[in-house]
């Protein structure tokens, strides 16, 4: 619903489908899996408080409430504008950004390259609210929530490159996150690049970014159309 590093906006069409009635993200973020089947139980979990925050706020928010969101331009700073809570400025920090980490507090280069950017994201949200009014978040590390039969789609900050998250890699071991993945109940969906060397990952497709081009990988404990074709993405 909103701009954030690293999210699976490009590429989550191609993870397997969830086949169980509740999918569980570990490493929210803005959880592109969780809301392309926004219909399931879905459980968001992130140890990044402001990103539990803003989806609090969003379940909340009726459609007008974002609507009336203000407008910035390229280079004006957005604290200068009076807010009705902290959510609500977290919120437009991100949405004036384009793949920012955190909130940022003026209007990037793209807010003067594409003036009308700003107004395409709020209308995204408002149009998007309805489907997490079910939905349960938690702020939290991921060893804490129980096991339990679901679709786990686990999107930790990568082995090489996951180092730019405000909780980052250097939070995170490797070895135990690995366990913990195959120690799922359920279907377990792990994302990756192929530069990662703590389970075994398969490429997945290639995307071009700013630093150049990606190749994403997955790990699944299900068969999957990867399992029976061989894929040519280098």
């Known amino acids: ?115 009308n950017r700003l107004n395409y994201n709020i209308n995204q949200v408002a149009q998007n609210l309805w489907k997490i009014k079910h939905w349960q978040f938690q702020w939290s590390s991921y060893e804490d929530i129980p096991d339990q039969e679901a679709t786990w789609f686990i999107d930790p900050p990568y082995q090489f490159g996951g180092h730019c998250y405000r909780e980052s890699n250097r939070n995170i071991d490797f070895n135990l996150l690995a366990d913990w993945c195959q120690s799922r109940t359920g279907q377990v969906i792990v994302c990756e690049n192929t530069k990662a060397n703590w389970m075994d990952f398969k490429p997945l497709v290639s ?20 399992d029976f074709k061989q894929l040519s993405i280098f």
């Open 207 to 226: 995307q071009q970014c700013s630093s150049g081009r990606n190749y994403e990988a997955i790990w699944t404990n299900g068969q999957s159309s990867f």
């Open 1 to 115: 619903m909103w701009s954030y590093y690293g999210a699976k906006t490009n590429v989550v069409q191609h993870y397997p489908p969830p086949r169980h009635g509740k999918i569980i993200e570990p490493f929210a973020g803005t959880a592109r899996y969780a809301l392309r089947y926004f219909d399931r139980e879905v459980l968001l979990v992130d140890k990044y408080e402001v990103i539990i925050k803003i989806w609090k706020f969003l379940q909340s928010c009726s459609a007008n409430d974002i609507l009336s969101l203000p407008r910035f331009t390229h280079g004006e700073n957005i604290n200068n504008h009076k807010y009705d809570c902290e959510e609500q400025r977290l919120l437009m920090g991100f949405l004036i950004g384009y793949a920012h980490r955190s909130p940022t507090d003026k209007a990037t280069v793209r807010a003067r390259e594409r003036p």
